[in-house]
């Protein structure tokens, strides 16, 4: 860290801190301390910059999800049962991930993505109204199946946006408000970042100083969000959702198109 200038190191506390909040109220806080990291620490190898990100992450993500499960109705055994299978997935996406053309898949997610911008923004009651009772059997294991095992397989394919739609894919599938969904996601959150957190640490590509101060302003942003989420309710997060949703396409087609 002492090769890192302060301002760096100052802008990248900020970045730590506001990831936080966004990943705690809605998901996607990856696609700004993600790319503030890949600034901050330019000659750092891509491995390093994922692992510390990795590291940073999950104290902000186990944050939000404890403040969730005490406050809100979160149903923590599907949301672990949801959490393993995305495990799984995003181990199959990652070791796919080497030989797919990022430039071929970008076009088709920014298609997914104005999808669901489009169904959130002409369904105003999406995710507002509360879930009518416990979800069924057969609900449980389409969430299982679609966002644990297919979005946690994106997640290790591509990654921006996971964690966005996991909120989506909870709401529509479980009917669960974008509160319970934004609750739920952080615990599932909770177990993809450790197992990859497992692997970088195994493999030695974490920056672990760095990682811990970032790690303070992103926990105090991951707590300051969740609080925010539960008290502001689901239209809050419902603006958030369709602002990340346009941050993301704007990111997506920027890296397709004008980057390099």
Do not use: E
């Amino acid at each position: 860290m002492g090769d890192i200038p302060l301002t760096t190191l100052v802008l990248l506390c900020l970045a730590a801190a506001a990831a936080g909040w966004i990943d705690a109220v809605v998901g996607g806080g990856g696609l700004l301390q993600l790319p503030a990291l890949m600034v901050g620490l330019p000659q750092a190898p891509p491995t390093f910059v994922l692992g510390t990100n990795k590291a940073v992450g999950i104290v902000g993500t186990s944050a939000a999800a404890v403040t969730y499960i005490r406050r809100a109705p979160v149903d923590v055994r599907t949301a672990v049962r949801i959490g393993l299978a995305a495990i799984a997935g995003s181990a199959g996406g990652a070791s796919l991930a080497a030989g797919i053309d990022s430039d071929l898949l970008r076009p088709l997610i920014m298609v997914v993505l104005l999808a669901v911008l489009a169904f959130v923004l002409f369904r105003p009651a999406f995710g507002t109204a509360p879930a009518p009772g416990p979800a069924g059997r057969q609900r449980v294991l389409v969430a299982i199946l679609v966002a644990g095992v297919g979005i946690g397989f994106y997640d290790g394919l591509i990654g921006p946006g996971t964690g966005t739609f996991l909120v989506i894919a909870l709401a529509a599938i479980l009917h669960m408000d974008l509160v319970t969904a934004s609750a739920t996601t952080k615990v599932v959150n909770v177990c993809t970042n450790f197992g990859a957190l497992v692997m970088f640490t195994a493999q030695g590509t974490v920056l672990w100083r760095l990682a811990a101060l970032m790690a303070v302003f992103n926990l105090a942003g991951g707590t300051l969000g969740a609080r925010t989420a539960l008290k502001r309710g689901s239209g809050f997060v419902r603006t958030v959702l369709v602002v990340v949703v346009v941050g993301l396409i704007g990111k997506l087609a920027h890296d397709q198109w004008l980057a390099g």
